[in-house]
């Protein structure tokens, strides 16, 4: 299993390394008038690949922040729970004549 994991992403690897030397032709992008930038295509892709990721880790950070607080919270009472002896709930024993 390993090895088609290893061979799928060689193949991904490849596939794109191609991609990446057959758009190397300059391309411009105009953000505001007046302004224009011009890159290789792959760089520009690169770019708007990075920020994209970026965005995507800024978004989740929030809601893995608050997972490992209420892990460390649980830990926390998990360990407090298993300090504590159990009590051992009898009942009373009969009285001895």
Same mark, same amino acid.
């Given at each position: 299993? +390993?090895?088609?994991?290893?061979?799928?992403?060689?193949?991904?690897?490849?596939?794109?390394?191609?991609?990446?030397?057959?758009?190397?032709?300059?391309?411009? /992008?105009?953000?505001?008038?007046?302004?224009?930038?011009?890159?290789?295509?792959?760089?520009?892709?690169? =770019?708007?690949?990075? =920020?994209? /990721?970026?965005?995507?880790?800024?978004?989740?950070?929030?809601?893995?922040?608050?997972? +490992?607080? &209420?892990?460390?919270?649980?830990? +926390?009472?998990?360990?407090?729970?298993? &300090?504590?002896?159990?009590?051992?709930? &009898?009942?009373?024993?009969?009285?001895?004549?």
């Amino acid at each position: 299993m +390993r090895f088609i994991v290893w061979l799928l992403r060689v193949v991904v690897f490849v596939v794109l390394l191609v991609l990446a030397l057959g758009n190397i032709q300059d391309a411009s /992008l105009q953000f505001i008038p007046g302004y224009t930038w011009t890159a290789p295509l792959i760089l520009i892709g690169l =770019v708007f690949f990075g =920020v994209g /990721l970026f965005a995507g880790v800024l978004a989740a950070a929030p809601a893995i922040v608050r997972q +490992r607080l &209420e892990i460390a919270r649980l830990k +926390r009472q998990l360990k407090s729970a298993q &300090e504590v002896p159990p009590v051992v709930d &009898e009942p009373p024993l009969p009285p001895i004549i």
